[in-house]
Structure formats: C-alpha cells, structure tokens
C-alpha cells in the first residue's frame, strides 16, 4: 500500500517515502525467516524498519516519574556542585555527560549500566582515561582513541556506563590535562547524581541500587522449562551487554512462561478434560458390589450419589480395603487379604462425605493445587444441581498440562 497526497492547485499526486515506510511496516509482520530469505525489497523494509521508533510499555506515570527525577537529580547536582564552587574554585563544576548519566538512574533504575559503580566508576575512569589521552597525544584527533580506550577501561573495571564515553570525549575536545578534573566535578558529579537517585527512586517504589536476588537452590527450580544454568548458558551463547540485570531477565521470563501457562490453560475448563459418564453407586450399595465393580472397570474410585444424581460422597479401593482389613495394615498385604475375602457392610459405611467437587465450567487451573497440595487423587465434576457429570483424576490432570507444556 503506497500513501499519496495531493496538493490543492498542483495537477498531480506526491510521493510521501517516510509515510510509505510506516504504512508498510505497520500492515506487513515479518519473521526473522522471512526477513532473511525473502525478496530483496522485503529484506530491505525489514531493515529500515529497524530506523522507527519502537513500541514501549511504559505508562505514562512511570514516565513522568523519571522525567521528574532526572530533573531532581541534575538539580540536586548543580546546587550542591555550585555551593562547592564558593569553598574551592572549579572551572567547571557541572558536566554534560551527567545528564545522560541522570536519564539512566531515573529511567532505568534496574539497569546494570545505571547502578552507583557504573555511574561513579564509569564516569571517573572514561576521565581519566581523557586526560591521559590529553597528555600522550595533544592533537584533538585523539578523541576516537579516548572513547575507545574509556570502552576498553570500563570493561576492565566492571563499569560500563554510556555516558563515561561522552565523558571521555568532553575531556579531549576541551583539552583538559589536570588530573583533578576526574575528581571533581566528575567523579564529585556522579556520586550527587547517585544519592539524589537512591532518595528519589526509593521513594517512588524502585529500589536503588537495585538489589540482587539470593542464589536459589538448584535442587528447587522455579521454572519447569529452564533452570538457572540454562539461562547462564543462554546468556553466554547470546556474548553480548543486556541492558537489564540476569535476575530481571529471569523474572521477566518466568511471567512469561506463566503468561504462556495461563494462555494454554486459562481456557481450559474442567468439562474438557473430565471423564463423562462415570460408573457411581449409592449409599447402600453393598462394598462387594462396589469393589467387583472397580475390579471390572479399572478404577480406583466412585463418586456415591443419591437417587438424584447428586454427588454425596466418594469411595475408593484404599477405604474398601481398610474395612476387609479392620485396621490399617501394609497395602500388600490388604491385596493378598483380599483375594479370599469380600468387603462386609455398604458404600455409606466407607466412604468419604462431604466431597470436594468441580464445576463443569471450572478452570482447570484452579485444580492443581487442590491436586498438589489437598490430597486428592479424583475430583467429580458436578453441574449447577450438584449432578454427576464426570470425574478428573490426577492422570488427567498431568496429561493436560503435558500438552500446555508441548505447545
């Protein structure tokens, strides 16, 4: 689709290139196959696209937030820096870096780019890196070097800030060969920045510096899909600077995973999985009959309803095999009791009342924890009435959520 607009008066129709980009890289979605094997002019949209602005998820309070510390913080900066202007003499006591250091602690508090070391570290060490530039090689040319060995010196020192390089840069081009100069207003600077961000950000709910989560014990996975050494593995694969801390990154994925869980079995109801038309039988069905009747159908449990269809209890093998024993014994040798005796008494004498039950429209979701946690092995699914509809078992359950796992 090619966007034209006409101008009144002109007799004919004008091309609008930056319109065509937007309206073709909002119609056509392209994946990274396609984007790498396509049409060259297909290739070429797909690269361009990397020049717009891309989509954020930021409100609009957590921008102002940030918008409001940034200027707090240069503030804070200024006033403080001035007032040491009048106990010592300083050519210049605010630099221009700081404000690029300022939308990181603010904007980006969780970053590791924009923690206290990156900022005070960062900036300091890029200076010093400048004057030495300054001292060894006196022509201005020399501003590439600086930035480049200001990269270099961050990496060293576990520093990495962006602004360090500005910092770096800012010292070359104005000549600045006093050492003095990283100390203050640089380093001086960064740490105001860097104290005005740990009030401003602790006040307005995010933390700083941001803490790092304890290590967690690798026998406890949180995630069912990647463990922690997955994740360093995929870190080191990947070889490059994230601007977001691994423990973020961790979280941000497991939300996602358990996004992808909710999207799978969110819409999962109960009467999806459940089995229909169960064998039940009543309260005065003998335990003989109830037992013969599990032993034909392979069945551990039956729903017990009235002459209704209401659930009012459920019996398993466990509680039939009990009352043959008449006191809790070792299951293999209740199996071998009862291959020469049948159960005496009925169903009401055994089994368990009240019953948990499901609705047929129940998500599956909510029982797992009643699995995981309750202690139940078989759930009856009921209507509106409390009617027998079906029944879920733990082996249903589990063949679910391999398939949510599978997708």
């Known amino acids: 689709m090619l966007c034209f607009r006409h101008k009144p008066g002109i007799g004919s129709i004008a091309h609008n290139p930056v319109m065509d980009t937007f309206a073709l890289s909002s119609q056509i979605n392209l994946t990274p196959l396609q984007s790498a094997t396509g049409p060259a002019s297909v290739r070429a949209l797909a690269w361009l696209s990397g020049f717009l602005p891309m989509r954020t998820a930021v409100s609009s309070r957590e921008r102002s937030r940030a918008a409001l510390g ?3 913080g240069i503030f804070f900066a200024a006033l403080a820096g001035h007032a040491l202007v009048r106990l010592h003499p300083l050519d210049l006591w605010l630099v221009a870096p700081l404000g690029a250091s300022a939308v990181l602690v603010f904007a980006l508090p969780a970053s590791p780019l924009a923690q206290p070391w990156a900022v005070i570290g960062g900036n300091t060490v890029s200076a010093l890196v400048g004057v030495a530039c300054v001292s060894l090689i006196p022509d201005p040319g020399a501003a590439a070097v600086a930035v480049a060995l200001a990269v270099m010196a961050m990496f060293a020192t576990r520093c990495l800030h ?31 920045l860097v104290v005005a961000g740990i009030l401003y950000n602790s006040l307005t709910g995010r933390p700083y510096p ?7 014990d690798s026998q406890t996975p949180r995630s069912l899909r990647f463990s922690g050494a997955d994740l360093d593995a995929a870190l080191a694969h990947y070889n490059q600077v994230l601007d977001v801390s691994r423990d973020d990154l961790e979280d941000l994925l497991h939300h996602a995973e358990t996004a992808a869980y909710q999207r799978s079995l969110g819409s999962l109801r109960c009467a999806d999985i459940m089995s ?4 039940s039988v009543g309260r005065q069905t003998p335990l003989g009959q109830a037992h013969a009747l599990m032993h034909a159908n392979r069945i551990k449990s039956l729903p017990v309803t009235d002459g209704a269809g209401r659930v009012i209890g459920i019996v398993t093998a466990w509680d039939i095999l009990e009352r043959m024993a008449n006191a809790p014994a070792p299951r293999s040798r209740l199996f071998e009791r009862s291959r020469h005796r049948r159960p ?6 055994v089994m368990t009342h009240p019953v948990r039950t499901a609705g047929e429209d129940q998500a599956v979701l909510e029982l797992v924890r009643l699995f995981s946690e309750g202690g139940h092995h078989h759930i009856p699914i009921v209507d509106c009435e409390q009617r ?20």
Do not use: C, K, M, W
Request: charge should be positive; proline fraction near 8%.
């Open 388 to 407: 027998l509809l079906g029944i879920i078992t733990q082996s249903d359950l589990i063949r679910a959520l391999y398939r949510a796992v599978r997708v």
């Open 70 to 72: 940034a200027a707090a």
């Open 344 to 349: 005496d008494g009925v169903v009401a004498e």
């Open 276 to 279: 229909a038309g169960p064998r």
């Open 210 to 216: 941001h803490r790092q989560a304890p290590p967690q």
């Open 162 to 192: 962006p602004p360090g390089g500005a910092t770096a840069l800012l010292v070359v081009l104005n000549q600045v060969g006093n050492v003095g100069f990283a100390l203050a207003p640089v380093a001086l600077d960064s740490l105001l």
